[in-house]
């Protein structure tokens, strides 16, 4: 390679090096309609192959956001990779739609080939459970741009649906909200609880104030839930209107995107107990229950519109694949 590019702080040769230790996971994430080679200018995907007769789109783009300031800190990198599918998937889940495949950007000052092969073995491991193919990505080596041992990642996922199939359908007065447990904040509100962990004096070394049985960093990196296998076969019942990824902005934000101005989510404060993280950050952070929702998923990653004559057979079908959903209120006129 060029020694003068080198002397410039960019290695061309670790670049190929990382290419050639994760394309195994790339190709372990191969399904139809995608092989997962790396290697080309462009990924391809064939929608025929993958069974698709009338299909729509739906792609989805997200971040990990200042989660990754506590990888960095924690020097734990295994599982930052699964929180950047989860948001994408389950974002593009929202429209209906089965995730077909993934791309992956890693941006860094100085690669360092084992940091990004565990950050990828993440990815990859997300691909697999969300049921898409990682077949691409870009690694950019920016001297100068990061600090010593950070770096940032971008994620872009593409699915499909067929277009009867498209999400959201219209609710009605009477709906009931189900709501799928999330696994801890996921991968937002994390500036406002690094905030709290610096007040509060406290190390990621530590152990968690809410699981004495993890360290607090390790509790904080659990990864974001990707709810893709459980859920898409459910989401082609007519009964289930739509479904709310919760992100950014909450409850608060979230479940109003399903429907109209029209209608309004009416919740039962009961069903809405804190789970012992988000107590934790309540009391710790001295943040109003509003906040909480408006900041934080506050223990519901997802929740799904279903037509109230049809909770209790989605209730036995979510139980029966594993999860733990209740309901959590309704669809009110607004």
Known sequence: MSEAYRKAGVDIDAGERLVDAISPMARATARRGADALLGGFGGLFDLKAAGFTDPLLVSGTDGVGTKLKIAFETGRHSTIGIDLVAMCVNDVLAQGAEPLFFLDYFATGKLEEGVAADVIKGIAQGCLDAGCALIGGETAEMPGMYGAG?????????????????????????????ALPSSGPHSNGYSLIRKIVKDAGLSYADPAPFDASRSLGEALLTPTRIYVK????????????????????????????????AFAARYDDRALALPPVFDWLMKTGGLTLDEMRRTFNCGVGGVLVVRKDAVDHILSMLTAAGENARVIGDIVKA
């Open 230 to 261: 459980r859920l898409l076969p459910l989401l082609k019942d007519e009964r289930v209107r739509g479904f709310a990824h919760i992100t950014g902005g909450g409850l608060t934000d979230n479940v109003p995107r399903v429907f109209s101005d």
């Open 150 to 178: 950070e770096y940032d990642l971008a994620g872009f996922c593409v699915g499909a649906v067929e277009r009867r199939d498209l999400l959201p359908r219209a609710v009605e007065a009477g709906d009931a909200l189900i």
